[in-house]
């Protein structure tokens, strides 16, 4: 944990250094302490910190967790597919996006 003051604020600011994966503060939580004091601000950024572990912990919420690059591409093309069938754009197209994806841009 980190915390560090922005030119444009008076309250020192609080980050974590490693990943925060299912927790509702996104992969690199960071919050701001709301106080102007370097000492408060450990306390305060200690006890949001300790927070962090905890919902981690329990699991955290996984309704905010990023969703993975397949499961993204799976619902773009769904959402492709349903151009094609209102003729926005041709089969071929969406044809040639999936290939594309599966020769050069998938995960393997």
Request: hydrophobic letters at 30%.
């Amino acid at each position: 944990m980190e915390i560090y003051l922005y030119r444009a604020s008076r309250f020192y600011q609080a980050r974590t250094v490693g990943r925060f994966h299912g927790t509702k503060h996104g992969p690199r939580p960071r919050t701001s302490i709301k106080t102007e004091s370097r000492a408060g601000a450990f306390k305060a950024a200690k006890e949001w910190y300790n927070g962090l572990l905890l919902e981690q912990s329990k699991g955290g919420p996984t309704a905010n967790r990023s969703p993975d690059f397949k499961n993204v591409v799976d619902e773009l093309f769904k959402t492709d597919q349903g151009r094609v069938e209102r003729r926005e754009f041709s089969q071929s197209t969406l044809d040639n996006n999936i290939s594309i994806f599966n020769t050069t841009l998938s995960v393997h």
